[in-house]
């Protein structure tokens, strides 16, 4: 690995240690036991769901329907609990609704060629219709005591949404870095075409990342609804855009082919880390729309400097060189 390369590698992790050093000096409390156990609870959303959006975004697509993915998920749960009676159906039928939305979301991009971007964000707004519309555009209270405990239970001293965030980290690293799948997955981000004429299954892989994106803001979107007791149709609005912004802080390419679990892990405690402070500072709720928007910002320059890898091609960054002004060649008159 060249230095230069080392380098990029390393980048994301000084930014997070600049940036625990920093708001340890000026937030109150930052480093304290009970605040570093709050603030790793509340990426377990962002943290769950980026690892699959790892994979779809180093496979140059992206997925702006997570958030009303996890919204559905969580009243299907909660609509199915309070009919039935069973925790176990209601789970199922929040996993099967996000499966149902990426299954949508993968054929429609992978068969119909149609552009990621437009189709979930059509989808976006299709199912967190069908959320409020499976809810009566109220929240649905969840009578079952026993499915709290997938929010408020622990093992070994960490809740189980945290383990359910490392379990994700792992099993989707491991998808990336060590299986025939996350190759694929690769070779499709760095170049489809070539890809395709290597004999990779570049339809089936998309569907199935695409499932698979679903299937974790399905499962992220009940534990959410064991989390507040209820299903909630207006929750995670703009969840997706810090769910991308993590992934491009931590190294993972809009342009695809390139991405790291480690990057991810963190960005998302970058992202994690920002919020927590702007809480305890007791920042204002718009002025922290500012910040999360900037950091959004601050990750698209600072993945499109990776790829150029110089600030130069930032095009606006550059005065362009003026031409040099030559004499005009003499023209030679006619004789005679």
Same mark, same amino acid.
């Given at each position: 690995?060249?230095?230069?390369?080392?380098?990029?590698?390393?980048?994301?992790?000084?930014?997070?240690?600049?940036?625990?050093?920093?708001?340890?000096?000026?937030?109150?409390?930052?480093?304290?036991?009970?605040?570093?156990?709050?603030?790793?609870?509340?990426?377990?959303?962002?943290?769950? =769901?980026?690892?699959?959006?790892?994979?779809?975004?180093?496979?140059?697509?992206?997925?702006?329907?997570?958030?009303?993915?996890?919204?559905?998920?969580?009243?299907?749960?909660?609509?199915? =609990?309070?009919?039935?009676?069973?925790?176990?159906?209601?789970?199922?039928?929040?996993?099967?609704?996000?499966?149902?939305?990426?299954?949508?979301?993968?054929?429609?991009?992978?068969?119909?060629?149609?552009?990621?971007?437009?189709?979930?964000?059509?989808?976006?707004?299709?199912?967190?219709?069908?959320?409020?519309?499976?809810?009566?555009?109220?929240?649905?209270?969840?009578?079952?005591?026993?499915?709290?405990?997938?929010?408020?239970?622990?093992?070994?001293?960490?809740?189980?949404?945290?383990?359910?965030?490392?379990?994700?980290?792992?099993?989707?690293?491991? +998808?990336?870095?060590?299986? +025939?799948?996350?190759?694929?997955?690769?070779?499709?981000?760095?170049?489809?075409?070539?890809?395709?004429?290597?004999?990779?299954?570049?339809?089936?892989?998309?569907?199935?990342?695409?499932?698979?994106?679903?299937?974790?803001?399905?499962?992220?979107?009940?534990?959410?609804?064991?989390?507040?007791?209820?299903?909630?149709?207006?929750?995670?609005?703009?969840?997706?855009?810090?769910?991308?912004?993590?992934?491009?802080?931590?190294?993972?390419?809009?342009?695809?082919?390139?991405?790291?679990?480690?990057?991810?892990? =963190?960005?998302?405690?970058?992202?994690?880390?920002?919020?927590?402070?702007?809480?305890?500072?007791?920042?204002?709720?718009?002025?922290?729309?500012?910040?999360?928007?900037?950091?959004?910002?601050?990750?698209?320059? =600072?993945?499109?400097?990776?790829?150029?890898?110089?600030?130069?091609?930032?095009?606006?960054?550059?005065?362009?060189?003026?031409?040099?002004?030559?004499?005009?060649?003499?023209?030679?008159?006619?004789?005679?």
């Amino acid at each position: 690995m060249t230095s230069s390369a080392l380098l990029r590698r390393l980048a994301p992790l000084a930014a997070l240690l600049v940036l625990v050093f920093a708001l340890s000096l000026f937030v109150p409390d930052f480093l304290g036991p009970r605040n570093l156990r709050g603030l790793l609870l509340s990426v377990t959303l962002v943290g769950t =769901i980026a690892a699959t959006m790892m994979l779809v975004l180093a496979m140059r697509e992206v997925d702006l329907s997570v958030g009303s993915t996890v919204a559905l998920s969580g009243v299907l749960a909660a609509v199915v =609990i309070a009919n039935s009676g069973s925790v176990l159906l209601g789970v199922v039928a929040g996993l099967l609704g996000g499966a149902a939305v990426g299954f949508v979301n993968g054929v429609v991009v992978a068969r119909l060629q149609v552009n990621s971007l437009i189709v979930t964000l059509a989808m976006m707004e299709i199912v967190r219709g069908l959320a409020f519309l499976a809810s009566g555009g109220e929240s649905v209270a969840i009578p079952a005591e026993r499915f709290y405990e997938l929010g408020s239970g622990a093992f070994l001293g960490l809740n189980y949404p945290i383990w359910v965030m490392l379990c994700s980290f792992a099993l989707f690293g491991f +998808v990336l870095n060590r299986t +025939v799948f996350g190759r694929n997955i690769l070779a499709i981000g760095g170049n489809p075409e070539a890809a395709r004429l290597a004999g990779v299954p570049v339809t089936r892989v998309r569907i199935l990342v695409f499932v698979a994106q679903g299937l974790v803001a399905g499962l992220a979107g009940i534990i959410l609804a064991a989390r507040i007791t209820s299903g909630q149709p207006n929750t995670s609005i703009g969840l997706e855009l810090a769910v991308i912004s993590a992934c491009v802080l931590g190294g993972v390419s809009l342009a695809g082919g390139v991405g790291t679990i480690a990057g991810v892990v =963190i960005g998302v405690l970058i992202m994690g880390a920002a919020q927590n402070a702007l809480n305890l500072l007791n920042v204002p709720t718009f002025y922290q729309y500012v910040v999360r928007g900037g950091i959004l910002l601050v990750a698209v320059i =600072i993945d499109r400097m990776r790829q150029t890898g110089t600030l130069g091609s930032l095009g606006f960054l550059v005065r362009p060189r003026a031409p040099t002004s030559q004499p005009a060649p003499k023209r030679e008159e006619p004789h005679g």
